[in-house]
């Protein structure tokens, strides 16, 4: 099996950072695209920012310029850096990556418990 556990969430104010972080375990052989996605309360899971094995990052249009994706292959990690954080961040964040586990078998995408994100003053 495959596990990705989120770890970085909590409560921080409007203009503050948090850094969120996800490690991927189990059965693994490569993992392609990683990504963080978010579900406010009340409303659908939305893409928040992806990265692909080479490094290739795509934001949604509201995070651009504040948060920023990197991964790390070697520890089959992925990370969220957000800045200048708004009330409307407010939601938990998953982490997605999709994941062969062996050669030549179909990759599948496999999601983080979540953890939760809070802007506030």
């Known amino acids: 099996q495959v596990q990705l556990v989120e770890t970085g969430g909590g409560l921080v104010q409007p203009g503050g950072s948090l850094r969120l972080s996800c490690a991927a375990s189990?059965?693994?052989?490569?993992?392609?695209?990683m990504g963080w996605y978010r579900q406010a309360p009340g409303k659908e899971r939305e893409l928040v920012a992806t990265i692909t094995s080479s490094g290739n990052t795509n934001y949604a249009d509201s995070v651009k310029g504040r948060f920023t994706i990197s991964r790390d292959d070697a520890k089959n990690a992925v990370s969220l850096q957000m800045n200048s954080l708004k009330p409307e961040d407010t939601a938990i964040y998953y982490c997605?990556?999709?994941?062969?586990?062996?050669?030549?078998?179909?990759?599948?995408?496999?999601w983080g418990q979540g953890t939760q994100v809070t802007v506030s003053s």
């Open positions: 189990g059965s693994i052989f490569s993992i392609g695209v």
């Open positions: 997605n990556a999709n994941v062969r586990r062996r050669p030549l078998f179909p990759a599948y995408d496999y």
